[in-house]
C-alpha cells in the first residue's frame, strides 16, 4: 500500500506492507485524512517522519476479534490513541490516556488502529465531512461544549486557522457574535465570508481598544486562543471582563508569564485547556455536520496522495484551511 513520508520540507509516497489485523486492532481503509497544523513539524523535521497525519474517515475492511466495529462499517477515525482500558479511555476521553501505545500513520491507504477510536460515520455523512470531526471542529467543539457557547453571547477566537475556523463556524452555528483575531489575509477573508462579525489584525497596536469597542455595550465573557501564539493567549487574558473564561485550545509548548491577583483573583477569571471532544458527544457532533453548511466551507483543497508535495506546500503557504488528502488518487 502507498503511506507518506514527511520531511526536509518534502512529501513523498512509498510502498510499505498493508497492515494486518489483531485483537481490537483493525484495519481501516482511508478515503479522507486531513492535513492537521502539526503535521508542519514532521514536514520541517530534519529527519523523516513516518508516523503524521492523525485524522480521516474510511471504511473498517479487516477485523480479528473485534466486539465493536465489524468489515463494511463507515467509520471516522479519532486522532492518536489510548490503552482502551483506564476510566479515560472508557469514559470517551481516550485522548487523554498517558498509556498510549504505537501510533501508525492516516496518511496511507490503510491504517491499523484501536476499535475504541472510531466512531460510526452515518450513511448521511461523507468522508470528507466526517473527517472534520477530527482536529477541524473536535477541540473547538470541547472548549465551546465546556465554556456554554449560546446565542446572545459574544467569542473572542483568535488565530483562524483550521481550528479557529471551526470554532467561529460553530460558534455562529449557536448564535454567538464573534470577533476574530487573525492576521493572515486569506483568513481573515475567510473568517468573513463563514460568518465572523468581526475580523481584527493582532498586529495592530490598538487591538486591545479594537477589541474592546467590537463587543460594544455587550459583556465579553468568553474567549478561545487557537493560535498557540503567546502574545495573542495574553490579549484573551486581557480582553474577557470579570467572571470571564478562558480556553486555551491552539498547541504552545513555551511559557507566558500570568499574575495571579490581577489576572485571575481580582478578575474571577477561569482559565481551560482544551484538547479533542469527548467521543460520547459524538451525536452533537453528527448533527453539527449534517445540518452546519458552513463546515463543508471549512475545505478548502482536496489532494491525492499523487500530488502530495503540491497539498503540503499550498498548506504550508497558509492560503488554505482544511486540506484534504485522497489516498487513492
Ligand atoms: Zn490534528
Ligand atoms: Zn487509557
Known sequence: MKALVL???KAYVEDVPEPQPHGEWVVVKIESTPICGSDKTPFLSETEVRTAGHEGAGVVVKTA???????GDRVIINPLSGCGHCDLCL?????????KPEFYTHFAQYVLVQDFVLTPLPDDISYDIGSMACCA?????????RMNVKAFDTLLITGLGPVGMGATVIAKFLGARVIAVESVPFRQKMAKEIGADFVLNPMDKDINEQIKKAAGADPLLKAIDASGNSAAER???????????????????SQISICPSDDFIRKNLTLIGSWHYDINDREEMYALLRHCENVGRLVTDVYGFSQVQEAFDKFMGGDTCKVILKPWE
Open 7 to 9: 520531511g526536509n520540507h
Open 65 to 71: 476479534g473485534s466486539s465493536r466495529v465489524k468489515e
Open 91 to 99: 469514559s470517551g476521553n481516550y485522548i487523554l490516556c498517558p498509556d
Open 137 to 145: 471542529l473536535g477541540p473547538a467543539f470541547r472548549s465551546i461544549k
Open 235 to 253: 490579549l484573551c487574558i486581557d480582553s474577557v471582563q470579570p467572571n470571564g473564561v478562558v480556553a486555551f485550545v491552539g498547541e504552545n509548548h
